[in-house]
């Protein structure tokens, strides 16, 4: 039977156009990126210098852009800097913001699972609808409602829990709310994606069994499905590291993250081979749990074999 | 009685979560058409905030730009995006194919930061060497079109991957021609995919923030950039009225794709069962 396949040279510009664009747009820059990471621009304003020795040909790169994010400057001291503190910072904020999102859409995804067959697609639009909405618009309607005069501390006082305002806005409060209320989809929809597939009568099996509820969700649902957990926990930290708009409007000087401080790097401090450095870094964060996940998933298709 | 609860807890729980990812939404709709600044009390229904959007030229140029900037976006990811599904699902071998799949996937993880920065380097370099192009709309649309055709991309793969192939076969043993299968029998296929990577870039595209920053030059400003710069200096009911009509149009357009799609269907299946009829007429 014929094989439906274009000829040769139209199967060269389907690879080659979007190839060419990738090429140009992705591997490139990051190419310059990396370049620029290592080189010493020293007074100069320009910051595309040769990473070798003009007369010799020997490559001499630039290391301290690296070491000057590990090592303070004045007295040496390691891993106490303002950049050590921002990605820490903004990995525990990841990491916060994945686990809400859990305790929040594990229980949501699961009641939509089990919910009537007709109603599920009607539930799920529901959840998908405010993400096709600005998202800026929508972390900026936060400002409005944590506000202390907004309606959250409002409803606060009315209900006699505090007799002034509670300052919400700018502090560690607004960004796990703003954050969470940002990538909450991101978690229910992998987790509804695995656990819609499970077959409830193993409930009922372990219930049979004299399994508690409590055991028997723990026993028999939470494992059934870990690859939506792991998948929603990836989908939420991954992004979360790198967030930019959410700390800028929702957070305080307290509450920078690391994508703020290369903004800042690049165009306040217009250091531009340290901005570069600390986004290479940044992408080693997102790479090694990017890794670690392909490796554990890899590695249950192989138990399954 | 357990189950009893069950039901109950479980009502609760997804009320409260839609709470939740709702009431922004309505906050802004109410807190639109309110007459004052206040931002927690409902003093007065009047239209000033919209009669302000309409009067503030940042906001309305800005829009202007986003739409173009978007639509451009759009169409560039959804056809970069099916070129790509294709490469990635029917291409199984070619030199590079790896590296090919890394890079078209990578923009999904990468933060957008990063993004922006990698190529508003690219940008410096080329008009540093090249002297073009000038930062603004075109750099603008470049970055957003990285990220749209990755999207892009996983909608329109998931859809060729799951569509029929012994139906290109047939239309091949029937005489069709490479590009006249693709036209008439995968494109149609994959039509509805397309057009839901288009809508999905645009809406990214329409929404970015990040890359905008980075990339767009002085006296460029797309909407979202507009909002930005507003939303850090305080409260702007203007930018209730501008949300509200965003939600207005969104909710409309997905009504109305969805029920598009839902005809789509429908009819391609009473054509199925008139073809079927039409067969089992001609054989008796």
Redesign the interface.
């Known amino acids: ?7 040769m040279p ?2 060269r510009f ?2 080659g ?3 060419a ?3 140009l ?6 190419l ?2 990396l370049y ?1 990471s290592f080189v010493d621009m020293g007074n100069d304003i ?3 210098k040769p990473i070798w020795d003009t007369e010799t040909g020997v490559l001499k790169l630039k290391y301290e852009n690296y070491w000057s994010i590990f090592r303070r400057s004045e007295d040496d001291a390691l891993f106490d800097t303002i950049y050590i503190e921002a990605y820490l910072r903004s990995i525990w904020y990841a990491l916060c913001t994945a686990l809400l999102c859990l305790v ?2 594990y ?2 995804s699961y ?2 699972a ?2 009537k067959a007709s109603l599920r697609p009607a ?1 799920l ?3 998908m ?2 993400f ?7 972390v ?6 944590l ?1 202390d ?3 959250v ?2 409803a606060l006082m009315w209900l006699g829990i505090t007799n002034e305002p509670i300052f919400l806005l700018y502090t560690n409060v607004s960004m796990l709310v703003g954050m969470t ?1 940002v990538y ?2 991101f978690m229910i929809l992998p987790l509804y994606a695995t656990l819609v597939k499970m077959d409830f009568r193993l409930l009922e099996a372990a219930y049979d069994l004299g399994a508690s ?1 409590f055991k028997a969700f723990w026993l028999v649902t939470v494992p059934l499905s870990r690859s939506g957990i792991i998948a929603g926990f990836m989908l939420v930290f ?2 979360s ?2 967030e ?2 959410i700390p ?2 929702l957070g305080g000087p307290e509450n920078i993250m690391i ?1 703020r401080v ?2 800042d790097e ?1 165009f306040t401090s217009n250091n ?1 081979p340290r ?2 450095a600390l ?1 290479v870094i ?2 080693a964060f ?1 790479v090694v749990p ?1 890794a670690i996940y392909y490796h554990s998933t890899g590695e249950s298709a192989d138990n399954r074999k | 009685m ?1 189950s009893l609860l069950h039901r109950h807890i ?1 009502k609760l ?2 009320g409260m ?2 709470l ?6 309505f ?2 709709m109410l ?1 639109s058409f309110n007459d004052t600044r206040q ?3 409902f003093t007065g229904f009047s239209l000033r905030w919209y009669e302000a959007l309409t009067r503030d030229s940042r906001i309305v140029d800005g829009f202007w730009l986003s739409v173009k900037v978007a639509t451009v976006t759009g169409v560039l990811s959804a056809v ?1 995006g099916t ?2 599904a ?2 990635l699902v ?2 199984r071998r ?1 030199p ?1 194919r790896t590296v ?1 799949s890394g ?2 996937n ?2 999904l ?6 993004i922006g ?6 940008m ?2 080329a008009q ?1 060497f090249l002297g073009w192009p000038p930062r603004g709309m075109l750099t603008i649309i ?2 957003h ?2 990220l749209g ?1 990755a999207y892009a991309m996983v909608v329109i793969q998931s859809r060729l991957m799951e569509m029929d ?1 012994s139906i ?2 047939a ?3 029937l005489g069709a021609r ?2 006249q ?2 036209f008439l029998i ?1 494109l149609p296929n994959i039509a509805q995919a397309i057009l839901a990577a288009f809508l999905l870039s645009f ?1 990214l595209s ?2 970015d ?2 890359i905008s920053e980075f990339l767009s030059g002085p006296g460029v400003n797309t909407l ?1 950039q507009v ?2 710069g507003y ?2 200096r305080g ?1 702007n009911p203007t ?2 009225a ?2 509200t009509l ?2 207005v149009t ?2 409309t357009v ?1 009504i109305a794709y ?1 029920v598009w799609v839902a005809r789509q269907t429908r009819r391609r299946e009473r054509e199925i069962a008139a073809a079927m009829r039409a067969e089992t007429t001609a054989l008796a």
């Open positions: 039977m014929a094989k439906f396949s274009l000829p139209g199967r389907v690879i156009v979007p190839y664009w990738l090429v747009f992705f591997l490139l820059p990051f310059i990126l620029i320009h910051p595309f929040i859409g229980p949501f009641f939509i089990r919910s539930l639009m529901m959840v609808l405010p096709w909405t600005s998202f800026l618009l929508r900026y309607a936060w400002k409005g409602i506000a005069q907004g309606i501390n409002q209320y909450l989809p509820p991954i992004p590291v790198g930019f708009v800028s409007l994508g290369v903004w690049m531009w901005a570069t986004a940044m992408i997102i990017l | 357990t479980s729980w997804l979560v839609f939740f990812l709702y009431m922004p939404l906050f802004m807190f931002d927690a009390r970069l070129f790509a294709f490469v029917r291409y070619f590079g090919f890079m078209v990578a923009p993880v990468m933060p957008e930061v990063v920065l990698s190529l508003l380097l690219l410096v370099g540093n470049m970055g079109t990285l055709m192939r290109e076969e239309a091949m043993d490479p590009y299968v693709f995968t809406t329409f929404d923030v990040v979202p909002i930005f939303a850090r409260i930018i209730y501008a949300a965003l939600i969104v909710t997905i969805s």
